[in-house]
């Protein structure tokens, strides 16, 4: 009953090019990886990264983390009522438990979801054992698969290395968003050898390249893949979404005619037109922006 393929994905995702004088005038061209094509609701890399997850949990009650507005929150909630397996949501902070439900934890409410609320100091120590076992019960999930926040384990890194895999031969240079890393962790390991990858940060902070390096010693012994960073189009930090990206994200959707997510997709997409005006890509490079989700709702 948890089998993710009863949900046919559409893979290997859409790889689309696009004409866009940005990149073309430098004699570069702009693919894009249509992963926000791959399920309907079970959207982008959050259906890689947690369909591995689901076969793992054979079943159980899934019990993962997010904030108020959490795209994996939703994601995991829709996989939940698909599949019928019961999940749980833990929820950062206690004061929303008290308010109407946002349309993002209505969503995941509607999608079956039990949601439970906690203050943000145990939010913040939810990965101690001993924090952990007390939420967990405390939510009536002992004993239930547990999903980290974001959703970034080594099962889930593992299965975005099939998003490389599937861009082998076709691209230079592949460039992702990145909220936990998790994304560019496995994109990176299944690409050829002579590909790279770009990773764009939505959070400001510049940690970000130590936890890589830890999601792929976990998920695979040691490096993978050859990736760099770059840390300035967060534009002020996760969620922030300034007069000027919103603008750009706006004319990216008029001159294409696709849906940008303004918190991830716009900031990478914003990051690759700055890198190519700045002669970043020798001339006859092949880019693939990974478009890792849909605007909500
Ligand atoms: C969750 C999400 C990301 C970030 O993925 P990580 O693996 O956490 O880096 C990127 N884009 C979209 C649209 C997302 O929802």
């Known amino acids: 009953?948890?089998?993710?393929?009863?949900?046919?994905?559409?893979?290997?995702?859409p790889l689309q090019e696009v004409s866009d004088d940005r990149f073309t005038a430098r004699g570069l061209r702009l693919l894009l990886k249509r992963d926000d094509l791959i399920h309907p609701e079970l959207v982008g890399n959050?259906?890689?990264?947690?369909?591995?997850?689901?076969?793992a949990a054979g079943g159980r009650t899934v019990v993962t983390f997010g904030g108020a507005y959490s795209n994996h929150l939703r994601a995991t909630a829709a996989a939940g009522r698909l599949l019928g397996?019961?999940?749980?949501?833990?929820?950062?902070?206690?004061?929303?438990?008290?308010?109407?439900?946002?349309?993002?934890?209505?969503?995941?409410?509607?999608?079956?979801?039990?949601?439970?609320?906690?203050?943000?100091?145990?939010?913040?120590?939810k990965s101690e054992p001993d924090t952990l076992t007390a939420v967990l019960r405390a939510a009536g999930a002992e004993g239930a698969y547990v999903v980290p926040e974001g959703g970034s384990n080594a099962e889930a890194v593992r299965g975005c290395r099939a998003l490389g895999e599937e861009l082998r031969g076709l691209a230079d240079v592949a460039a992702v968003a990145c909220g936990t890393g998790g994304t560019l962790a496995g994109l990176a390991a299944g690409l050829a050898p002579g590909q790279r990858a770009i990773g764009v940060p939505v959070l400001k902070g510049g940690f970000?390249?130590?936890e890589i390096r830890t999601l792929q010693r976990r998920a695979f012994g040691g490096p993978r893949g050859s990736w760099r960073l770059d840390e300035r189009f967060h534009f002020g930090g996760y969620a922030r979404v300034t007069?000027?990206?919103?603008?750009?994200?706006?004319?990216?959707?008029?001159?294409?005619?696709?849906?940008?997510?303004?918190?991830?997709?716009?900031?990478?997409?914003?990051?690759?037109?700055a890198l190519a005006r700045e002669g970043a890509f020798p001339r006859g490079t092949t880019l693939a922006a990974v478009v890792t989700g849909r605007p909500f709702p």
């Open 1 to 13: 009953m948890t089998s993710v393929d009863t949900l046919h994905p559409r893979l290997p995702s």
């Open 46 to 55: 959050k259906w890689r990264k947690l369909a591995p997850n689901l076969t």
């Open 85 to 125: 397996l019961p999940t749980v949501g833990v929820v950062r902070g206690q004061e929303l438990a008290s308010r109407p439900l946002n349309p993002s934890l209505a969503r995941c409410a509607a999608d079956g979801m039990r949601l439970h609320f906690v203050d943000r100091s145990a939010y913040r120590r």
């Open 208 to 210: 970000l390249t130590d």
């Open 243 to 273: 007069g000027e990206l919103a603008a750009f994200a706006e004319d990216f959707e008029h001159r294409h005619g696709i849906p940008v997510e303004r918190l991830y997709v716009a900031k990478m997409l914003y990051g690759l037109v």
